[in-house]
Nanobody, 120 residues
Framework: QVQLVESGGGLVQPGGSLRLACTAS????????VGWFRQAPGKEREGVSC??????WYADAVKGRFTISRDNAKNTVYLQMNNLKPEDTAIYYC???????????????WGQGTQVTVSS
């Protein structure tokens, strides 16, 4: 059974940093792409970043501030978020599938989400 578990969310002041982690069980991450998505209250879900064996992509809104990485030995993907802004406040979800389904926004497997709140 495929399971994804996110961790690392919380409350941080503007300009602060958080590192989210997405740990998988039931399959091997290295064969698939992993994406981070977020959904703020009253807004549609949007893609934030994704990583495959050969590509990394970032949304324009987070480029230069967020860094995605993976540790295949730990079956974990990380999202390092620096210089956080109030508009980054959202529930962050990780998801995995083929790269094409991640890019299309319709990956099969999703984590439960972790809340990130940026506020003074």
């Amino acid at each position: 059974q495929v399971q994804l578990v996110e961790s690392g969310g919380g409350l941080v002041q503007p300009g602060g940093s958080l590192r989210l982690a997405c740990t998988a069980s039931g399959f091997t991450y290295s064969y698939y792409a992993v994406g981070w998505f977020r959904q703020a209250p009253g807004k549609e879900r949007e893609g934030v970043s994704c990583i495959s064996s050969s590509e990394i992509w970032y949304a324009d809104a987070v480029k230069g501030r967020f860094t995605i990485s993976r540790d295949n030995a730990k079956n974990t993907v990380y999202l390092q978020m620096n210089n956080l802004k109030p508009e980054d406040t959202a529930i962050y979800y990780c998801a995995t599938d083929t790269l094409s389904r991640i890019v299309a926004g319709v990956p099969t497997y999703w984590g439960q989400g972790t809340q990130v709140t940026v506020s003074s």
